[in-house]
């Protein structure tokens, strides 16, 4: 008769989750957005987030990654409670400086006749593997289990001596799971180079650090099963389980992953976006409240996230929707901390153009009230904001490929602007008057403000785009818009 395992949920009364990256590379959306989650999870129940360094893989890992976890994290606010950094009562939280609290689990396994030394050498394993395939049937290493293993010293592999059976458990996010016996094998535990595997190490410090929520990427779905096995084996509790369901790339069609394109995450910071709105949108691949909201504060995000609306299927990754993000929350940013952000960017650097240093705050602040409503990135702040500064050289292209005003003589153009000049000159320059009298303009011309607004815009800035013209022109000041206008009636 069939048997099913329910693990018991924890029974802390804390809730405690963790991220354990391995730091074999850059951090991209996919482990970032798992991190998010776990912290949200952590922070909505007055509880602790830990930060573990998963780096029993020597082989893989790559320098400086793991200081690069720490810095991606702590850009997007997510602070941990215990971590590298950060002692707590389950210190160390690198698995390479871990390796005793492992070889302790292992002997106990073995003492207790649960697990064996793997006496077999690779082409013996290979011989069992074309042995099944022959016979059209699944390896399964249990089949090869020996019946008098050599002592387990240390410099041979040890594996796991399974309780093949179906196994039940419930995700968070997946619904009811279930799995058959001829899922469950003999797996290594522990390395000849005195490492454990992911597959050991993991419960073992998941137990240890009292991680009552592991949450984590589909792709470890597959092999819940074996550690259901192994929980059961090591008498330990069972966490609460949620699967994140992959992030595809930009077609929808596959997992999103390095090689087509996923950047490091600390190369939006580079380009300016805002932590923020980068959480904003980890936080909607795969999730959303019910309702039709988009933009959401971090304080909105810990009142209405939860589990049971993460959705299972693909979420697909949309950069044009993070740059609508981001845009979206720099507008909600008082004038004083934007100006801070712009003006103070990681290494002593700035986002603002050279040329701003020659103007005072006060001004630079008044171009940033203007440009606040365009600007989507930090990074395109000069391109946006350089002709407040210097004085563009002429491009007279500008007006011949403008589909409105290429419709126009330059005779009629050079008219339009003799008027603007005229109307202005008498201009207080403050932005309800400069409002009243191109209104006034648009009369007196008789032209629509795609013509004449345009046509002012490209004199006074010679930039293919500019904030509001009344705005535009009240932070330039009279007498440097009045010099540009006429600068280019001489051209016309």
């Known amino acids: 008769m069939n048997t099913t395992s329910d693990p018991k949920k924890p029974t802390r009364s804390v809730v405690r989750t963790r991220f354990a990256p391995s730091p074999t590379g850059y951090l991209h959306v996919g482990g970032i957005r798992t991190a998010l989650f776990a912290w949200l999870i952590a922070r909505q129940h007055n509880g602790q987030f830990i930060l573990r360094i998963e780096d029993t893989d020597q082989a893989r890992e790559v320098q400086g990654s793991a200081k690069h976890i720490q810095e991606s994290l702590a850009w997007l606010g997510l602070d941990w409670d215990e971590g590298p950094g950060k002692d707590g009562p389950s210190d160390p939280y690198f698995q390479s400086q871990r390796l005793d609290i492992y070889k302790k689990w292992a002997t106990k396994l073995v003492q207790e006749g649960k697990a064996y030394a793997d006496p077999y050498t690779a082409e013996e394993v290979q011989a069992f593997r074309e042995h099944a395939k022959a016979n059209k049937k699944p390896f399964l290493y249990r089949e090869h289990r020996p019946e008098n293993p050599p002592v387990w010293d240390g410099g041979q592999p040890l594996r796991l001596k399974s309780n093949p059976k179906p196994y039940a458990w419930h995700d968070e996010v997946m619904g009811d799971m279930q799995a058959g016996a001829e899922v469950i094998d003999d797996f290594i535990l522990m390395k000849s180079d005195g490492f454990p595997t992911y597959n050991f190490a993991h419960i073992i410090d998941d137990h240890e650090m009292g991680i009552t929520h592991v949450i984590r990427g589909q792709e470890f779905l597959a092999s819940v099963p074996k550690y259901l096995d192994l929980y059961e084996t090591l008498g330990v509790p069972a966490p609460i389980f949620a699967t994140m369901p992959h992030i595809l ?244």
């Open 249 to 492: 790339g930009s077609d929808g069609t596959k997992k999103l992953s390095k090689r087509d394109g996923a950047k490091d995450i600390l190369e939006y910071r580079e380009e300016g976006y805002l932590p923020e709105a980068m959480r904003n949108f980890l936080a909607s691949l795969g999730w959303n409240d019910g309702t039709e909201q988009e933009v959401f504060t971090t304080e909105e995000l810990l009142e209405k996230f939860s589990l049971d609306r993460v959705q299972k299927s693909g979420a697909r990754f949309d950069e044009r929707r993070l740059l609508w993000l981001n845009g979206a929350h720099i507008r909600l940013l008082p004038l004083e901390k934007l100006a801070h952000i712009v003006g103070n960017k990681l290494g002593g650097a700035s986002f603002w153009p050279p040329e701003a240093f020659d103007f005072d705050e006060t001004y630079r602040t008044d171009v940033l009230r203007v440009v606040q409503e365009r600007l989507k990135f930090f990074q395109e702040l000069p391109e946006l904001s350089k002709f407040f500064f210097v004085d563009l050289p002429v491009n007279i292209s500008l007006i011949d490929d403008n589909k409105q005003l290429k419709k126009f003589s330059r005779s009629e153009l050079h008219n339009m602007l003799e008027s603007a000049k005229r109307s202005l000159e008498e201009s207080d320059f403050t932005v309800d008057d400069l409002t009243e009298r191109l209104n006034r303009l648009l009369e007196a011309t008789g032209q629509k403000p795609g013509v004449l607004f345009s046509l002012i815009r490209i004199a006074v800035t010679w930039a293919p785009a500019s904030p509001a013209l009344a705005d535009t022109l009240h932070v330039l000041g009279k007498e440097k818009s009045l010099n540009r206008i006429e600068a280019c009636i001489k051209i016309l």
